[in-house]
C-alpha cells in the first residue's frame, strides 16, 4: 500500500478543513476502502478519519424521527434501534459480519452508495434525509445511481434522519460469497403509503420498486406482490445472478419483507 | 509516527506509518504472531483481535485509527496462570480446531460472542461466525466448543 | 461417538485431547511467515495480467533503480536449470507416452496463465518490493495471445497452442483399462436400458486457509541451503528441488516445514517460488522470504477436480449393473504439476467401480493444457470425482427406471463373502462391508421418519429431499511396486524413526507431516500403547528434513496407514532389541522374555525390568551383551504396504429447497463410514467433519470461473464462496461398522478424504430428490455448485 | 461483456461524421480522459482516470479507429493499462445512418477487464461499462448535436455532477467527498 499522511480531527470543521489537501480522503469505518487501499487500487495521499469525531457518532429518536450520527458504526445502530425501529435494527445486524459491523458505519456505506449495501434501501425506503455539513438532502435526491451521490466535494454527511416507519422490515438475499445483499429490499409503511427500495439489483443502484409500491399502498400484505412481475432490464448480471434472477428477487424478498414487517 | 496503546494488558508502543496496519504492528513490532493473516479483502477474520472489547478485523483497521486503545489479542486469551481460559479450553475439549490457523480468530470472534450473549443458541453462533472461515473442521466442533464453553450442554452434537 | 470409545482415556482408540492444541490456541504455533530471520529480504513476484502471452521484453532498469531493490530475477536466469517434473508418467491409448512440457522456475518466452510468474523483486522491505515489482510490470512487453480456455474446443483447435510444441493440447488420452473397450461397447449395445448423465466436476480452489510462504537461506561457510516452506512433505520437496530444479546436492539441503495450516493437496507440490527463495538467497547472501497474499494464492496455488464427464451405466430392467463408461476431459491448467497426470487417472479411473460387482468398466480421459493455473489433486483427487460420476448416474437410472435407489445399491454391492475382490478397473479390495454402512446410515439418518419432514417442508412452501451416496476410496498410496508398473516416478512407502532416550523418554521421528491431522497426538498415542509408557513421554518430532528419515509425507489418507505403520515397525524392533538386552540383564533365554505394558518379564516369573531400565541399559551399558548386540536404543523402519486401502461408507443428505429463490439448505447430513480400526475416534470424526464441509462446499457454493480470456473471475472470497458456519449442519457422524484392513498390523485405513469423496453425490442427489418429490420433475441434472440462481433457474425450466 | 444501443443526434450524419474523427471531440467524451494525442492513421495515446468507489485507475493506452467506411461507420478500439488494477479493453462499432432531420447512432460495445479489476471487480464490470458506454455516446450526441432532445435524458450542467462521472468529466481529480467504507 502507498503511505499517506494519517489525520484525525475531532470536529467536523477540522475535517472539512483536512479534506481540503489534494489527494485527500474520508476514512469512516474503512471496512471498503481499506481493503481497496491494501490492493493498491486506491492510493490517497491524506488519509482523513471521520470516526474521532464525537459530534458524528450516536442515535436518538424525538419526535418519531431517529437521528443516526454518520459515524455509528453498525454494531451500535443495531443495538440502538432495537426497540423503537427493528427493520432499521436487522439491516444494521445483518451486514456483513461482527467485526465489519463494528467498525462500518452509517455514513460510510451511504456515502459509497455501493449498488449492493443494505444502508442504502433503508434511507431510501424510509425517505430519510441526509444531513451534510452544507445541507439536507431527501433520499430520493441523494443516491445518483451505482457509487454515485448528490454530495459534492468537501461534503461530509453528519447525519442521517429516519422517520420511524409505522411497520418496516429488510429482506436481504445473500450473495454467497460476499455476503452482499444479491438482492435486499427495505418496505416501510407510513400510514397507507408503502415506500419500497431495492438494492443489490440493479446497474444503478439502489431504486424504488414503484409497481410494488403501489400495490402494497393498495394492500399490505405480502399476496398483493406475488404475481408481479419485474422487468429484467437493467438489473445486474454477475456470476451469482442472471437479471432474470434478481428480477425474480425483487419480488420475492419484498413479500419477505412484508411478511417480516 | 509514534503509536502507543495497551495490549493485553501491557501499555506498548512503536513507531508506525500511516499505513501500518493494526495486524502489521502486532506481528511486525511486537512480534505477536498468534494474529494471522489469511486473505487480502478483510473476510477470512484470521486476524481477528479485540479492541476496546469489540471484535475487529485486525488487517483493516490502522494502528494510527485505534492509538490509546485496549488491544486484546490472542496471547491474552489465557488465565492469569498460563493454562487455557474458558473458550480456549473449550476448543481443546471440543476438537474445534486442527491446522490451527484461523483459530486465533475463531476464539475471538467467539469470545466476543459470549462476551455479549452468554448463552447463544446454535443458530446464534453460526451467524456470529459469518466473518471467520476456517477449511478444516467444517465448522461442526468449533459451533459445538463455542456453546460448551457457554457452558451449555452439546450432547445433540456428538456424533 | 460411541460409548467403548468415550471409556478409553488413553492409547489406541481413546478420544484423547490434542496436545499441538495448546501452542495453536495460545498463538504460539509457528508458521513460516511468522518467523523472523536476522537480514531477511523480501520477495516479491511480478504476475502475468494475460492468460496466454509471448514475452517480448522486460525492461528491468527502472525497478533495478527504485529504493531497496536487491535483485531481480527472470526466467532468463533460470533457463538453463530444470523445471519442475510431473511424477507420474502416463502413456496414452495409442502407447505413446503423455507430452511432458518443461515448467520453469519462472516464465521464459511465453506466460501460460493469468498468475503466471515471469520475474521475481528481491528487496529490503515487503512493499518496496512491490513497488518495483508494478514497475517491472508496466516496463514488460507482453504480446498477448488467445487464450486456451474450454477444454473440449482446445483439443480440437491444433492452431492455438498453450505449448507450442505440443499440437493438440492435450497432455495423454488415457485409456483404462483399453483391453476392455471392445467388450463394453459390446454389453451397452446389447443393454436392455441405458442411462447417460453429462457432468461437470466443478473446478476448486483449495483456499488452506495459510497462504503459502516460503523463506530460503543459504551458508556461505558450508554451502548449505535451508528452505522453510509450507509444504505436506519436506523429503519430496527437497528431493525435486534439489536433484530437479536447482541441483542442488540432496544433502547440502534442509527442507523444513513447520507448523503449516492445512494443505488439502494443495502443498503436496513443488512450486517455482520455492526454488526462487533459495537461488535469491545464495545470490544475495541474505535469506529471502515470501509469503503469497490471498489473491495471489488464487491465482497461484495448485487448483482441484475440473472434470467434464459423459457418463454411461448400462443396466438390466432391474437395475442389474451391467456396465459403466465414462468419457472425461480432465483440465491440467498450463503446467504439469506434480501429481497432475496420475489424479484424472489411476486415482480416478481405478475407482469407477465403485463398491459395485459391475462386471465390465471403460474409462476413457483426455487430460487438456488450457490457460489456466495448473490442477492437481485436492482432498479426495479423482475418488470424488470418480464417486460424483457413479452415484449421479446410479440415482438418474433408478428415477429412469421408477427404482428405489436404496435396494439397486444393496442389489450391486459386491458382498462380504466376495473379498478379495478384484474390480474389472485393476484394485483388489481386501475387505468391506456395504450393505452394513448402507443399514447403518439408514438407522441413524432416521430415513423412516423422512416423509414427515418432508411434508413438514411442504408446509411451509419448502421442498425436501433425501440423496444417498455410497462410496470407496483407495488409500494409503501405496505399495511402490504397483505404482511404478502404473508410472509413478518415487517411491510410496514412509519411515519412522523411534529414538528411546537413556532416561527412558522417547522421540518419535516419521516421515508423515502434519497440517492439521494431529499426528503429534495419535501417533503418540499408538507408540504408548504398544511401548506401555505414558503419551507425555513420548514426543513426535515431523517437518524437518535434518531430523526425519526420508518419508513421502501427508496426503491420500496415508500418514496412518503408511508412516504410523512403519512407526510401529520400528517400534517391534525396539521391543526385540530390548528382549534380547532384558535376556541378558535377567539372566534368561530371549525366548522366554514377553513384553507387555512396558515390562519385559521372564515368562511364567516375577523376574522383570521395566522399559526405562532397559533403555538405561542401553546407553549405559555395564550389564550388557555388547559382544552380540550394538548399544543404544534407535530403530528405524521403512514400511511399504502390500496394497491399497479401502475405506467405504455410505452417506445420506437431508436438503431444503426454497423453490423461490433456489436457495439450498442442509437439513441433515448422515455419515455411516467403514475405516477400520480407529486410533482417536475424537480426530477421526474431525476429519470427516471437515471433509464433509469441503464437499458441501463443492456442492452448493464454490465455484472457479475463467471468463473466455482466462481472467479468473472468483479470485478471493468476495466472489468464491467458501463454506461458512452458517451454511453447514451440525454432520453425524458414525464409524461403528469396522473391518479392519488385512493387510497393515494396525487394521488401518484411512479417513482424512472420506467426507469430500462421498458428500457432493449425496447433496446433489438430496437436491435433485427434493424437486422431484415436489414435482418438479423435467429437472435432470444441475450443475455443481448447485447455486441458487442454478436452480431456480432449472426450476424455470 | 457484450452490449449494442442507439441514440439519435440532433444533427445530419454529414455533421456527426467528422466529429467522429475529431481527437478533440473524442478526448471531451471519453469520461475521464486527460489526454488524447496523435491521429486518425497513427492512433492515438491517450491517458484516462476512472474512479468506481473507493477503486480509482489511471490508464494509459492507445485508441485505434478502424473499418472505416466514410460517412458510415467505423470502429473505436481503445486498449489501457492500469498499473495495479490490471488492465482494460474495449471496441464499439459505431454506424449512422440519417433519421430524420437528424442522426441514428447505433453502436455495438466488447469490453474486457484483465488483472485485479477482473479478480477483484467481476460484480461490477458489467454494469460500469454500460455505463461508461452510455456516458461516451451521451457526451458524444451533446456535443456534436447541441442540446439533447427530448429522446434522451438531461444532463446535468458540468458544474453540478458529482460522483464518479462528475469527477472523471473533466473536474479535478480528487476523492475527498466521500466517507469511504462500512458496508462490509
Redesign the interface.
Known sequence: MQNFDFVKPASVAEAVAALGAPGAQALSGGQTLIASMKQNLAAPSVLVSLTGIAALKGVSVAGGVMTVGAATTHAEVAKAAAGVFPGLATLAGGIGDPAVRNRGTIGGSVANNDPAACYPSAVLACGATVVTNRREIAADDFFQGMFTTALEEGEIIVAVRFPIPERAAYAKFEQPASRFSLTGVFVAKYGAKVRVAVTGASNDGVFRWSEGEAALSANYDASAVKGLKVSPDGMIADLHGTPAYRANLVAVMTARAVAAS | ?KVSLTVNGKPMSGEV???T?LSTFL?ETL????????????????C?VH?DG????S????A??VAGAQVT???G??NADGT?GRV?QA???H?G????????GM?M?SA??LAVNPKPT??E????????????????????AVMAASGQDVS???? | MPKDFEAKTSGIGAPMKRREDIRFLTGRGVYTDDLKIAGQTYAVFVRSQVAHGRIKAINTEAAAAMPGVLAIFTGEDFKDVGGNPAGWLIKSRNGEPMREPKRPVLAHGKVRHVGDAYAAIVAETYEQGRAAAQQLADDTDIEELPAIIDMKAAAADASNRVHDEIPDNLCYDWGWIEDNRAKVEEVFAKAPHVTTLELVNNRLVPNAMEPRASIGEYFPGTGDYKLTTTSQNPHLTRLLVAAFVLGIPENKLTVVAPDVGGGFGSKIYHYGEEALVLAAAKKLGRPVRWTAERSESFLSDAHGRDHVTKIELACEKDGTFLAFRTETYANVGAYLSNFATVTPTFLHGTLMAGPYKVPHVYVNVKTVFTNTAPVDAYRGAGRPEATFSLERVVDQMCRELGLDPFEVRRKNFITPDMFPYTTPVGLAYDTGNYQATLDKVIEIADVAGFEARRQASAKKGKLRGLGLSTWIEACGIAPSHLVGILGARVGLYDAATVRVNATGNISIMVGAHSHGQGHETVFAQIAAEKLGVPESSIEIVHGDTSKIPFGMGSYGSRSLAVCGVAMTKAIDKIVAKGKKIAAHMLEASEADITFEAGKFQVAGTDKAKTFGEIAFSAYVPHNYPLETLEPGLEETAFYDPANFTYPAGAYLCEAEVDPDTGKVTIEAFHCADDFGNVMNPMIVEGQVHGGVGQGIGQALLESTTYDETGQLLTGSYMDYAMPRASDVPFYNVDYSCQTPCTHNPLGVKGCGEAGAIGSPPAVVNAVIDALHRGGITHVKHIDMPVSPQRVWAAIQG | MELSDSRHIAARPDVVWPAILDPEVLAACIPGCESLTGSVEAGYEAVVVQKVGPVSARFTGVVTLSDIVAGQSLTITGEGKGGAAGFAKGGAKVSLAPDGEGTLLTYEVKANVGGKLAQLGSRIIDGFTKKLADQFFENFAAKVGGPPDAKTTEPEPEEKKQGWLGRLWGKKDTAAETAEGGDA
Open positions: 509516527m506509518e500511516g499505513r496496519l506481528r512480534s505477536l504472531t498468534g494474529t494471522h493473516i489469511g486473505c487480502d479483502t478483510s473476510q477470512c477474520g484470521a481477528t479492541v469489540k471484535q475487529v478485523k488487517c483493516t483497521i490502522f494510527a485509527d489479542t490472542i496471547e486469551m489465557a487455557l480456549q476448543f481443546q475439549d476438537h480446531l486442527q491446522c490451527g490457523f484461523c483459530t486465533p476464539v470472534a466476543a460472542l446454535e443458530a453462533v453460526r451467524h456470529h461466525l459469518e466473518g471467520n472461515i476456517c477449511r478444516c473442521t467444517g465448522y461442526h466442533n468449533i459451533v459445538k445433540m452434537a456428538a456424533e
